[in-house]
């Protein structure tokens, strides 16, 4: 048995493994090397952050200095001077939807260089399976770190939702939250994972072979002592919880008016807020650094659009470039498309519903037309099927102008050869477009293909009867050979001109 399945595995053949090593190799180089040199501030991660995220200050400070500290941490460690008792600073990130937070931590982990997994909290709590597929989000480190145990371990693992693995979201369902908060619990601090799961066979089949090819025993476990863990929610009850506390604890007092909830008060959030929520005490106690993300107003949107390095209207730009179509947008277009991004209350998610809205029918109608720049202003934002129209109306119409002036060449050139004119008749005119069209060419190629025979049977006529100018009609066109041939017999039995104005 052990032999087929080893003649099995060896059947896969392994064409190029030098290639895919080599790239391998260099990733997970890079990875240590950066992390070697780690020597940024907290001031430094910030100004990178600033590049690409809008507003945020107070996250985008908190999480540098959070983050600054661990992986001044971890390059003592990655040398052999780690301190033994290290409290890890894992980071809660609170606000809502679209604001930026994932978009936070992406930037992170490319700032510093250093492999990074991110998944929904719910996934955990809805398949009900809690165990394992925590710890998967550790080997999918490993995955990430191309294989290399040790840059794994100092990765980041960054959970969305964990606002659903509140008791509250759960009441009355039999999959409980709290499962997968004591399953974090362990991760968060300090546990060892193995790196192949039990259900993963082909896992277990590698390293069975692994072991049989004589390969060192490989390492059987990741642990997370050095792993950033940062969980993000939008937590929308909070506010009130907050507020209904600070109420509480000024004994009537109102301090911020007595209705509505503003929206910063989020952030005056402490532990036993989370845990009203419905978070243990010992999960939301692993979480010390806690940050707080703001919603974006319409002028954050507009810089999101215009000053972010990710912005999406780069996105659409280089699409649009692919077809050699350079695409603007004036100021006032973008203040408008992040007015109508408001409405749809999904943060800087929406700029990019509304830039779908206002471009999708340019971008399928205008790649491979004569249309070289698209700017988009106001007007197109609120109307972009209208623009669309006028456009593709004018590009009819300078297609119309250029055929006019390929056929112009056409008759010039004729005239230039062989000093007779053709003249079309305007029917003639839209019937040599129309055959064009319909072969896919050029009406000037067109009419040199159709005309060959012209220029030697138009000066045998002009010879016999001193006629210069010939006039064609939409019929004439269709028949081509036979109107030349009509014509050259007339020309035998008149001396004067039969044909002319
Ligand atoms: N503050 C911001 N500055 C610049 N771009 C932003 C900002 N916030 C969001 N974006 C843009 O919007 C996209 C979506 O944001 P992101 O994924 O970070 O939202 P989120 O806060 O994680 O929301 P959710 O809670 O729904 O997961 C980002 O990829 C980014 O392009
Ligand atoms: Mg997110």
Same mark, same amino acid.
């Given at each position: 048995m052990q032999k087929r399945l080893q003649d099995f595995v060896k059947s896969f053949g392994n064409p190029s493994p030098q290639v895919s !090593?080599? =790239?391998?190799?260099?990733?997970?180089?890079?990875?240590?090397? +950066?992390?070697?040199?780690?020597?940024?501030?907290?001031?430094?991660?910030?100004?990178?952050?600033?590049?690409?995220?809008?507003?945020?200050?107070?996250? +985008?400070?908190?999480?540098?200095? =959070? &983050?600054?500290?661990? @992986?001044?941490?971890?390059? !003592?460690?990655?040398?052999?001077?780690?301190?033994?008792?290290? &409290?890890?600073?894992?980071?809660?990130?609170?606000?809502?939807?679209?604001?930026?937070?994932? @978009?936070? *931590?992406?930037?992170?982990?490319?700032? *510093?260089?250093?492999?990074?997994? +991110?998944?929904?909290?719910?996934?955990?709590?809805? %398949?009900? @399976?809690?165990?394992?597929?925590?710890?998967?989000?550790?080997? !999918?480190?490993?995955?990430?770190?191309?294989?290399? *145990?040790?840059?794994?371990?100092?990765? *980041?693992? @960054?959970?969305?939702?964990?606002?659903?693995?509140?008791?509250?979201?759960?009441?009355?369902?039999?999959?409980?939250?709290?499962?997968?908060?004591?399953?974090?619990?362990?991760?968060?601090?300090? %546990?060892?994972?193995?790196?192949?799961?039990?259900?993963?066979?082909?896992?277990?089949?590698?390293?069975?072979?692994?072991?049989?090819?004589?390969? +060192?025993?490989?390492?059987? %476990?990741?642990?997370?002592?050095?792993?950033?863990?940062?969980?993000?929610?939008?937590?929308?009850?909070?506010?009130?919880? &907050?507020?209904?506390?600070?109420?509480?604890?000024?004994?009537?007092?109102?301090?911020?008016?007595?209705?509505?909830?503003?929206?910063?008060?989020?952030?005056?959030?402490?532990?036993?807020?989370?845990? !009203?929520?419905?978070?243990?005490?010992?999960?939301?106690?692993?979480?010390?650094?806690?940050?707080?993300c703001q919603p974006l107003g319409k002028e954050d949107l507009f810089h999101v659009l215009r000053d972010s390095e990710g912005s999406i209207l780069k996105q659409y730009k280089s699409s649009f470039a692919a077809y050699g179509i350079e695409l603007k947008f004036t100021e006032e277009a973008l203040h408008l498309i992040a007015e109508k991004a408001i409405e749809e209350k999904t943060g800087a998610r929406g700029l990019m519903t509304i830039c779908e809205k206002v471009l999708r029918p340019f971008r399928f109608e205008l790649p491979g037309s004569c249309v070289r720049e698209l700017e988009i202003d106001s007007f197109t934002v609120l109307d972009p099927e209208k623009r669309l129209g006028e456009i593709l109306q004018k590009i009819e119409e300078n297609k119309k102008n250029k055929e006019n002036e390929q056929i112009e060449q056409f008759l010039l050139e004729f005239y230039k050869a062989n000093e007779i004119r053709i003249h079309f008749h305007p029917d003639a005119i839209e019937a040599l477009k129309q055959e064009a069209h319909e072969k896919g060419i050029s009406v000037i190629d067109l009419c040199k293909e159709k005309f060959k025979n012209y220029s030697l049977g138009l000066k045998l006529i002009k010879k016999n009867n001193g006629t210069n100018d010939f006039i064609l009609t939409k019929e004439d066109i269709q028949y081509l050979e036979e109107t030349l041939n009509r014509w050259i017999a007339t020309s035998y039995k008149s001396e004067s001109p039969s044909q002319g104005q």
């Amino acid at each position: 048995m052990q032999k087929r399945l080893q003649d099995f595995v060896k059947s896969f053949g392994n064409p190029s493994p030098q290639v895919s !090593e080599t =790239a391998k190799e260099d990733q997970k180089e890079r990875f240590k090397e +950066k992390i070697l040199q780690f020597q940024f501030t907290p001031k430094d991660i910030k100004a990178y952050l600033d590049r690409f995220v809008i507003k945020q200050e107070e996250a +985008k400070k908190v999480l540098s200095v =959070a &983050v600054c500290d661990h @992986y001044n941490q971890v390059k !003592e460690a990655l040398m052999g001077r780690g301190p033994t008792h290290y &409290v890890k600073q894992n980071v809660l990130l609170v606000g809502p939807s679209g604001v930026g937070k994932t @978009y936070l *931590i992406r930037c992170l982990a490319d700032c *510093i260089g250093v492999p990074m997994v +991110k998944a929904d909290a719910t996934k955990f709590s809805e %398949t009900g @399976y809690v165990g394992a597929d925590v710890e998967d989000l550790v080997r !999918e480190l490993i995955q990430q770190a191309e294989g290399d *145990i040790e840059i794994a371990q100092y990765g *980041i693992i @960054y959970l969305d939702e964990v606002d659903k693995l509140a008791s509250s979201h759960f009441m009355g369902r039999d999959v409980s939250g709290r499962g997968v908060q004591s399953n974090l619990l362990k991760l968060l601090e300090e %546990t060892d994972v193995p790196i192949k799961a039990a259900h993963d066979v082909l896992g277990q089949m590698q390293s069975l072979f692994d072991f049989q090819r004589g390969s +060192k025993a490989p390492r059987k %476990t990741i642990n997370t002592r050095y792993i950033l863990f940062i969980l993000s929610g939008a937590f929308e009850k909070l506010s009130e919880i &907050v507020q209904r506390r600070i109420r509480r604890s000024h004994l009537g007092f109102q301090p911020h008016g007595p209705e509505g909830v503003p929206s910063d008060i989020i952030a005056e959030a402490q532990t036993v807020d989370f845990v !009203e929520y419905g978070l243990e005490p010992e999960f939301i106690g692993r979480l010390p650094v806690r940050v707080f993300c703001q919603p974006l107003g319409k002028e954050d949107l507009f810089h999101v659009l215009r000053d972010s390095e990710g912005s999406i209207l780069k996105q659409y730009k280089s699409s649009f470039a692919a077809y050699g179509i350079e695409l603007k947008f004036t100021e006032e277009a973008l203040h408008l498309i992040a007015e109508k991004a408001i409405e749809e209350k999904t943060g800087a998610r929406g700029l990019m519903t509304i830039c779908e809205k206002v471009l999708r029918p340019f971008r399928f109608e205008l790649p491979g037309s004569c249309v070289r720049e698209l700017e988009i202003d106001s007007f197109t934002v609120l109307d972009p099927e209208k623009r669309l129209g006028e456009i593709l109306q004018k590009i009819e119409e300078n297609k119309k102008n250029k055929e006019n002036e390929q056929i112009e060449q056409f008759l010039l050139e004729f005239y230039k050869a062989n000093e007779i004119r053709i003249h079309f008749h305007p029917d003639a005119i839209e019937a040599l477009k129309q055959e064009a069209h319909e072969k896919g060419i050029s009406v000037i190629d067109l009419c040199k293909e159709k005309f060959k025979n012209y220029s030697l049977g138009l000066k045998l006529i002009k010879k016999n009867n001193g006629t210069n100018d010939f006039i064609l009609t939409k019929e004439d066109i269709q028949y081509l050979e036979e109107t030349l041939n009509r014509w050259i017999a007339t020309s035998y039995k008149s001396e004067s001109p039969s044909q002319g104005q």
